[in-house]
C-alpha cells in the first residue's frame, strides 16, 4: 500500500544548523502532511500542504512538494536541542471514502548543544 | 496540548486476553481514527470512525473492532491478544468536512499495551 518513505533514517547535527528530511511516496495524494513525535508520545501536526501547493512556510518550517517526482522534503532552519525527536511524512489515499494517513517510518534527529 | 486524551496510559495483558482502550477526542471533532505503534516504526492506520459509522480500515483483522459514541468519543476492542499487538496505540480526532478527508490530525498521547 502507498507510505511516505523518509530519508534519511536518522540525522545528527549541532544547535544552529539547518535539517532537511526527505520523503517520497508512490501514488497521487490530495494532501502531504508532517508530523513531530517526541519519544514515544503522541504525534504532533506541523504542516499540511496540498498537492497543487509547491512550497509552504511556518516559522522555521519550510515544506516543498514535487508531485511530478512525488517527493516532498521539510527543512528546520536554525535548529535547537528542542528540535530533538521523531518526524513522519503523511500521505492520504487520494479521492477515496475512508481516508487515511498512511505513515512513513519516520527520520530520527538529534541536535546537540 | 491537543484536548485528545487517551487512557489507560499503559497496560499489561497477557495473550488471548482481550483489551479495551478509550479516546475522548477534541471538542467539536467529528472523526476519530486509531493507529497502531510498532517500536522503531510509524504509525500504522487500523481504522476510522466518521460521525459513528466505520469509514475505512487499514490491513488488521477483524478481532481489531472499534465504537464511536454520539459524544464523538471512541473505543478500540482488541480481542485475543496476541504477542505482536504490543505496541503504542494512537488515538487522533479531526473535523472532516465530508467522507474524503485528509485534514490535520490531533493525537493523543497514546495508550502503550505489553502482551506477556
Known amino acids: 500500500s502507498q507510505q511516505g518513505e523518509e530519508d534519511p533514517q536518522a540525522l545528527s547535527i549541532q544547535e544552529g544548523e539547518n535539517a532537511t528530511m526527505n520523503c517520497s511516496y508512490k501514488?497521487?495524494?490530495?494532501?502531504l502532511q508532517w508530523y513531530r513525535q517526541n519519544s514515544g508520545r503522541g504525534l504532533v501536526h506541523l504542516i499540511l500542504?496540498?498537492?497543487?501547493?509547491r512550497e509552504k512556510h511556518s516559522g522555521r518550517l519550510r515544506v516543498t512538494l514535487d508531485t511530478s517526482k512525488k517527493s516532498s522534503s521539510l527543512l528546520i532552519t536554525a535548529s535547537r536541542a528542542a528540535d530533538t525527536a521523531s518526524y513522519f511524512c503523511?500521505?492520504?489515499?487520494?479521492?477515496?471514502?475512508?481516508?487515511?494517513?498512511?505513515f512513513g517510518k519516520g527520520t530520527t534527529l538529534s541536535v546537540s548543544s | 496540548e491537543t484536548g485528545v486524551t487517551q487512557s489507560p496510559t499503559h497496560l499489561i495483558k497477557t495473550r488471548g486476553q482481550q483489551v479495551t482502550l478509550r479516546c475522548s477526542s477534541q471538542?467539536?471533532?467529528?472523526?476519530v481514527s486509531w493507529y497502531q505503534q510498532a517500536l522503531g516504526q510509524g504509525p500504522q492506520f487500523i481504522f476510522q470512525y466518521y460521525r459513528e459509522e466505520e469509514n475505512g480500515r487499514g490491513n488488521f483483522p477483524p478481532r481489531f473492532s472499534g465504537l464511536q459514541f454520539p459524544n464523538y468519543s471512541s473505543e478500540l476492542n482488541v480481542n485475543a491478544l496476541e504477542l505482536d499487538d504490543s505496541a503504542l496505540y494512537l488515538c487522533?480526532?479531526?473535523?472532516?468536512?465530508?467522507?474524503?478527508?485528509?485534514?490535520?490530525?490531533?493525537f493523543g498521547s497514546g495508550t502503550q499495551l505489553s502482551v506477556l
Open positions: 501514488t497521487s495524494i490530495n494532501n
Open positions: 487522533a480526532s479531526s473535523l472532516a468536512q465530508d467522507r474524503v478527508g485528509g485534514e490535520k490530525l490531533f
Open positions: 500542504i496540498r498537492s497543487n501547493e
Open positions: 503523511a500521505t492520504d489515499r487520494f479521492n477515496q471514502a475512508g481516508t487515511a494517513l498512511i
Open positions: 471538542s467539536g471533532h467529528n472523526t
